[in-house]
């Protein structure tokens, strides 16, 4: 197993996780645990594309209906010829 130490935790999350502790009568450590392997036990959420969750979000709105656009060039293009 490994070992891992935890630096600068505030003092007020360390006088909840001692309360907690002792509330279900284990170790601050144990508890510190506990509630790491309950917190990580879930399954990974899933990647999501940006572009998806936008779409998901407003399908339920509707959507929106974009008049085309007709594109053309900014500028000529160079010409490279004599």
Same mark, same amino acid.
């Given at each position: ?14 006088? *909840?996780? +001692?309360? *907690? $502790?002792?509330? !279900? =009568? ?6 510190? %645990?506990?509630?790491? *392997?309950? $917190?990580?036990?879930?399954?990974? #959420? *899933?990647?999501? !594309?940006?572009?998806? $969750?936008?779409?998901? %979000?407003? /399908? $339920?709105? =509707? =959507?929106?209906?974009? #008049?085309? /656009? #007709? +594109?053309?060039?900014? %500028?000529? #293009?160079?010409e490279? =010829?004599?």
């Amino acid at each position: 197993m490994a070992v891992m130490t935890i630096r600068n935790i505030d003092d007020a999350i360390k006088k *909840r996780l +001692r309360v *907690r $502790a002792a509330v !279900n =009568g284990r170790s601050m450590e144990d508890e510190a %645990r506990d509630i790491l *392997r309950s $917190a990580l036990s879930t399954d990974e #959420p *899933r990647a999501r !594309n940006l572009a998806q $969750a936008i779409h998901e %979000r407003f /399908t $339920a709105l =509707g =959507g929106v209906d974009l #008049p085309d /656009t #007709p +594109r053309q060039a900014i %500028r000529p #293009p160079p010409e490279f =010829g004599e």
